[in-house]
């Protein structure tokens, strides 16, 4: 069972529409759970994080979290042509002993927002 | 704005050969990481670094793999003897904080690693 799994995609949406990004994670005991946007050839860039259940609005972005379904997603209105990149998910793995966290990276889902 | 700084930006090697990646992390982060990506495919933990020590590794940091802050501000992954499936994008990130599960971590531009 993978750690950290999101729908590879292309997901495609029109300019102006709302894109839809979901994860869903395995370890019950990951307590932050981010997204990281990563255009082609670059290297991931923080987009949001969330730590607690319920949505998160940055901007035009939404995180949402449901620990009990295990499941984080991220939800982006107005997507512009310049929002197609991979989004990645991430959960970080805590381990108080030695006070620091490791990250799962999902595969990323690829949106392709056309104009 | 601070940022995670990578060099070189690509590094071309001849397989068994060793080759050291560089990275200088944020200057009042305490945290250090190394990730792989291969093309195409996902972003892989390889090493988290906290005080002067490995604090943990995956089964992909084997021995060939090493890691040192040889100084107060260069953070060095070093490949003993490469081989052709060690060619990847190496990511540098680093955090200032991991109490409490907030820790957020910035990446580096990366470095290109390209094994012949």
């Known amino acids: 069972q993978k750690e950290v799994e999101q729908n590879s995609g292309p997901l495609s949406v029109p300019e102006g529409a709302i894109a839809s990004l979901n994860c869903t994670y395995s370890d019950r005991g990951s307590q932050s759970f981010f997204w990281y946007r990563q255009y082609s050839g670059k290297s991931p860039e923080l987009i949001m994080s969330i730590y607690s259940n319920g949505d998160k609005e940055d901007g035009r972005f939404t995180a949402q979290l449901n620990k009990a379904s295990q499941y984080v997603s991220l939800l982006i209105r107005d997507s512009q042509p310049s929002d197609s990149a991979t989004y990645l998910c991430?959960?970080?793995?805590?381990?108080?002993?030695?006070?620091?966290?490791?990250?799962?990276f999902g595969s990323g889902t690829k949106l392709n927002v056309k104009p | 704005e601070p940022e995670v700084t990578q060099t070189p930006s690509h590094q071309v090697t001849q397989m068994g050969q060793e080759v050291i990646l560089r990275c200088v992390p944020i200057?009042?982060?305490?945290?250090f990481y190394w990730y792989r990506q291969i093309l195409g495919q996902k972003v892989e933990f390889l090493v988290s670094f906290y005080n002067n020590e490995i604090s943990e590794k995956s089964e992909i940091f084997d021995d060939q793999f090493s890691v040192e802050r040889p100084d107060g501000s260069n953070f060095t992954l070093k490949i003993r003897s490469t081989k052709l499936e060690d060619s990847a994008m190496y990511f540098c990130a680093s955090s200032d904080l991991a109490v409490l599960a907030k820790n957020i971590q910035y990446f580096g531009a990366g470095t290109r690693l390209s094994v012949l």
């Open positions: 991430a959960v970080n793995r805590q381990r108080i002993v030695y006070n620091f966290n490791k990250f799962y």
């Open positions: 200057s009042n982060h305490l945290y």
